[in-house]
């Protein structure tokens, strides 16, 4: 890669999409030149200004605007206070009705400018990057990708995700569902192409380092992280490199959390996540394994040790395990408790009839395992009803083509749509809108299940799954083995119960407890424990949005001072091309339905080079300026 440093101005930044000299111009508009820690440390920043902006404007509308960097809109909002004083200045003694609904017009006013302040002057984003948990500019690594610069793909996307290459196996990819491809074809593969971006650089040396170079955390200053998932880890680099030093406290003797002991190797082989774990950890966190949080330690120790904050990513350690399901002596298992043996052991043995229960994305996992362990038959039974196929249908909103998505959620498998139909390949039987009621056990051991079909799914007062069933439905079900999968929750037990708590962020779900006896730091809490179960892709956002927080509330290293803004106007489908070939998405190369069971090896093997161009040419760079269109065809047709 060109060394960044030697260049000035015109694609000195290698996000740079201006195609020609000459079209430099551009550049005034870029916020690209900003490496890693400054784009952190303007996010934090722009928080910060943002809640400022607040203030101000509710004493004067417009200075808020002002603040946070919208000048114009600031200046046009100025008079409304002079207005508002001088209306009622003039109306003493002579107020009259039509002063009267002026006055409320204004005042009116006066809170919508308040409300308005806090958009701040953020750069127009596209659907993908606006659906991405972590705000990943999917467009930009995408065309970085078709220009052939892998490199400077790879590393765009390590500057807002540090687990490129496991999030482009598991990442549930919410950015295609919002894609403008899909709405006349297919989605681009946003997250194959990230994999593929990170299989190419794989053994290059990641950006941290050179981003850690530049900054120097203080032994005055540190933060503990509670947890060393994906989340953790993420709050962990994010909080070095906005200046703070950090120490992380992991219950298990190793780091890394939920992927490493319970993601199954045919999803993601353990070597590319323990690889990526371990050059985040080598960036200079203590990380202290064998420590849990209110066995071996508490928080008011924390506190006494000197740290100034607490992020607690412990997961959603316990499983719900359901009343009638026995002991596992007699064949019945939590799911989580065989993934992890089987992480451990890929040698182990299952035979005879497998029933899974739940209709989450762990009990196919749960159900996938089962069959590669040797079962005969192995059945996943749920409560909800599979999603229905049905045509996508859109609305037109603000300028906008919307997905009109079902309402009543409730009454469809949580699991991913592509995650049922691999295991139904594989050979899992899927029985869905049916409950298991009863089980027969015979000489200690289970031997099958009485089920009957759910009519459908009401909820309690207190958000509680009700099933109700059909009647006359009732039939048998022969089971060596139960596995269930029915989800999990955090362990509150080191606080004596589920702590008092309010949301920090509107951009990820992490909540400040407070109400917790001598300790006065801020204790905040994010990914499975805010969220509940959450994806590996949200985890990791919240851990970012984590240190923010701490940033904005205990200071930091100095802000940056931007030079650039981004006031792209947006152009949707601006490299639109409507052919077949545009429509259909390339597909990976995965092994047949019967080799998959035969081993835990990786089912995919990511797209071809080829495909990925291909792949990556769909992309309509809907992020691309309006007035540049013309420009944009000349660029696309000359290339570079
Ligand atoms: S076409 Fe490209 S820029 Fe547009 S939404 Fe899809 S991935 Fe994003
Ligand atoms: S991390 Fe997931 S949601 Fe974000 S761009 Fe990648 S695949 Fe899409």
Redesign the pocket.
Known sequence: MADLQALEGYRECHTCAVGKKLEASRCRFCTGRLDLKDRLLLEGEKGRREKGSIYLSALLPGAGHLYSGRPFVGTLFLPLAPLTLGLVWKGQGSWNWGMTVLLLALLLSWVLVVLDCRRGSGPFR????AACPAGIP??QY?HLLDKGKDRESLELIEAFCPFPGTIGRVCHHPCEE????GKDGE??A?CSLKRFASDQGAGLESIFPREMAKTSGSPERKVAVVGAGPSGLSAGLYLLLCGFDVSIFEARDFAGGTPLVYAPPYRLPLEFYQREVDRVLDLGMDLRPGKKLGADFSLLDLQNEGFLGVYLAMGAGVSVRLPHTGSESEGFLDGRDFLEQVKKDPGTKMGGDVLVIGGGNVALDVARSALRCGADKVRVICLEKLPQKREKQFFHHKGEWREIRPRDMRQFMPAHPWGIADAAAEGVEIMDGSAAVEFFIEGGRVKGAKCLRVERIDQDSKGKLVPVYREGTEFNLKADTVLTAVGSFPDFSFLGGVPVSRPVSRKAPILRYGGIEGVSIPVVAGGDMALGPASVIEGIAAGKEAALYFYRELGGAAPVSVRYRSRRIPEPWSNYRDDPQARRRRPERTLGPEDRTRSFSEVSAGLSEGSAREEAAR?????WPRMRASKVKKFFRDGE
């Open positions: 596209p659907p993908c990057q999917c467009s995408v919002e894609c403008n491809r989605p681009v946003i992309c309509m760079r809907c992020d």
